[in-house]
């Protein structure tokens, strides 16, 4: 007797159930920083980084799952002014991010070319600065969780709640 076996992919979506991805457990992680993307917000009147950090080494979730090498999740920095950021809040945060990657001695030197700082501006400008300056860098930081709200359609995900700086 043979048995109906349905190709997970030939599903039609209205059977299919949201994805959820497996959220790490709070603490200091070491990640390796792996893109840096600048996007709009989907009314177009905020811009934002969004910084994509792998870990390192084996994790466990907070269902107790183990995350290999590689699983990772995606920072975001926001880049336009509003009553929450202030255009000083924004330079700090983006700032943390350079400084982690490479050491505040180094992130206070200008850049390779000479011609300016690693500020927030010269990376929107040139994304030729990632590439040489942070990407894949190895980072510590310290993950948090932010929990979803309850009206949200997504649920928990993992935030940076800091920046840890080489001494």
């Not at 076996?5 to 497996?22: H, Q, R, T, W, Y």
């Not at 183990?66 to 255009?87: H, V, Y």
């Not at 924004?90 to 700082?117: C, H, Q, Y």
């Amino acid at each position: 007797m043979s048995e109906n076996i349905i190709d997970p992919l030939d599903m039609p979506p209205g059977e299919c159930k949201e994805p959820s991805f497996p959220i790490f457990k709070e603490g200091i992680k070491r990640m390796v920083i792996k893109s840096l993307e600048y996007k709009k917000s989907e009314d177009q009147k905020s811009e934002m980084a969004s910084v994509r950090l792998n870990t390192t080494q084996e994790d466990k979730s907070t269902e107790g799952l183990s995350m290999p090498p590689g699983m990772g999740f995606f920072q975001t920095i926001f880049l336009t002014p509003n009553d929450r950021n202030s255009p000083e809040s924004i330079r700090d945060n983006f700032a943390m991010l350079i400084k982690a990657a490479l050491g505040t001695a180094e992130a206070s030197k200008r850049t390779p070319d000479g011609k300016g700082v690693y500020s927030v501006t010269a990376f929107k400008n040139n994304s030729q600065f990632f590439d040489s300056a942070v990407k894949d860098k190895v980072v510590d930081v310290k993950v948090g969780i932010k929990r979803a709200k309850a009206d949200s359609q997504y649920g928990d995900q993992n935030i940076v709640k800091a920046w840890i700086v080489p001494s």
